[in-house]
């Protein structure tokens, strides 16, 4: 494949955009090289300026569940935007989706419309705080809950918790000295952690299935044993279902796992590719929000006609009966071709998935998934960097990095599986 005109572009955008690019992983420094600039996409396909054509696997990180640019979709927002793209004002669309995400998700008693995931999930945090009356929050390592400075802390040294140490340059201390992180699958830490201090603490949140680590499934009986212990300490718990929300099942992990959550924070597909996040809970504790509370929140561009537009067209398509089951049966093609080939290569990598949600794990002879950060972590980055480029020149886009995962949307057939383990084999092969 050549790729001159992404390297121009590139080279252009590196003088006006920090790292030439709006979010640093797409910079490829995780795998080397330098990105790839793309122009469109079309079902399970997205095509780069140099008109080449990938079999895409990233889906915006999730949302296009339905694949690229679909019909209903675009539709949806052609109609919306024929009437304005914004009025700051209160619209019927609000409404309309807001009641499709709480008949899919019934611990949505109450839910509110924000511009990304970050905004959701720093909103819920201050909602708790303002809630309980408590400062501290708990997270665990390797899960991401956007970009807010209180959830910018890294686990450090040992004992049975860290406080909070800044995670990025330009994050106080002061901001992230009442995040607590914990090793996540680690029930036993957490209790001990809330027999010390729970009166102090506010929230847990959490990814109820671990997705920016790569993929990490809860294991038996974790989520259950944090439910018990926020319920014991009167602590709320928040899922953030930011990329599991919808993608995992209409009910989302919530559903999936049978857990009630006290408040969740969503993102990705309700806004069908369109910038959106929400977060929403029991009804007591969402009246806290202003204006009928005192925890304040606001955002002019909240609940914008188009992303309500496209989040209603994709709800409605994912609520129509056997949705799921075709997703589900076509990932599971993914990952058996996928583990055939690690196998024939030396049992290179690992695959393995939750409904739509897939990981790649580049540890070699590992025979089940990680369960916590610092496993994951053990994967051979470099030999994942050299296959995620042989893999590109091959036709096929995973996201550039070894610890994010793929996702599967309704426009993959199986002719664009079986193309992906060709690639894949030749890929290896070039390795």
């Known amino acids: ?10 080279e252009r955008a590196s003088q006006i955009i920090p790292g030439g690019v709006s979010s640093p992983v797409r910079a490829f420094k995780a ?10 996409g079309e079902g399970p396909f997205i ?28 539709e949806e927002i052609n109609r919306a935007a024929k009437d304005g793209t914004s009025f700051g004002w209160a619209t019927t669309r609000e409404i309309e989706l807001a009641e499709r995400c709480q008949k899919a998700v019934p611990s949505l008693e109450m839910v509110r419309f924000v511009n990304s995931g970050t905004e959701a999930t720093m909103s819920a945090l201050r909602l708790a705080r303002g809630f309980t009356g408590r400062d501290k929050l708990v997270k665990f390592a390797g899960c991401y809950h ?33 995040t607590i992180t914990v090793p996540y699958n680690d029930l036993d830490k957490v209790d001990a952690l809330f027999k010390k201090s729970g009166d ?35 602590t709320l718990l928040i899922f953030d279902e930011v990329i599991t929300g919808f993608r995992l099942g209409l009910g989302g992990a919530q559903g999936h796992f049978g857990v009630r959550p006290d408040l969740t924070t969503f993102g990705k597909i309700i806004g069908g590719g369109l910038p ?31 992303a309500m537009a496209a989040g209603i067209a994709v709800l409605d398509a994912l609520a129509k009966p056997g949705f799921y089951e075709p997703l589900a049966v076509e990932t599971a093609a993914l990952v058996a ?12 990598a690992l695959a393995y998935h939750l409904g739509s949600i897939f990981g790649v794990w580049f540890k070699g002879a590992a025979t089940k998934p990680p369960a916590d950060y610092e496993e994951i972590k053990t994967a051979d980055t470099q030999r ?12 096929v886009a995973l996201a550039p990095s070894a610890f994010e995962v793929g996702f599967v949307s309704a426009a993959h057939q199986r002719t664009h599986i079986d193309a992906t383990i060709t690639a894949v084999k030749r890929a290896l092969a070039a390795l």
């Open 31 to 40: 795998v080397g090289g330098e990105p790839v600039f793309m122009t469109r």
């Open 47 to 74: 095509y780069d300026v140099d008109g080449n054509r990938y079999i895409d696997y990233v889906c915006s990180w999730g949302p296009l569940i339905l694949g690229h640019a679909p019909a209903q979709v675009l």
């Open 1 to 10: 494949m050549k790729h001159d005109r992404s390297k121009k572009l590139f």
């Open 200 to 234: 102090t603490i506010a929230a847990i949140i959490l990814e109820p299935v671990a997705a920016n680590m790569g993929l990490v499934p809860p294991a038996p009986g974790f989520l259950k044993g944090l439910r018990s212990i926020c319920d014991k300490h009167g």
């Open 384 to 395: 994942f960097g050299k296959f995620f480029r042989a893999l590109l020149e091959e036709g």
């Open 337 to 348: 071709g996928l583990n055939e080939a690690f196998a024939s290569a030396g049992k290179v």
């Open 276 to 306: 959106v996040g929400a977060y929403g809970g029991r009804r007591d504790v969402m009246s806290k929000v202003a204006p009928l509370g005192p925890v304040y929140q606001a955002g002019t561009l909240s609940g914008n006609p188009l």
């Open 146 to 178: 956007g970009h807010a400075d209180a959830f910018l802390s890294e686990s450090a040294g040992s004992g049975l918790a860290t406080l909070g140490i800044p995670g990025s340059a330009g994050v106080p201390e002061g901001a992230a000295k009442d």
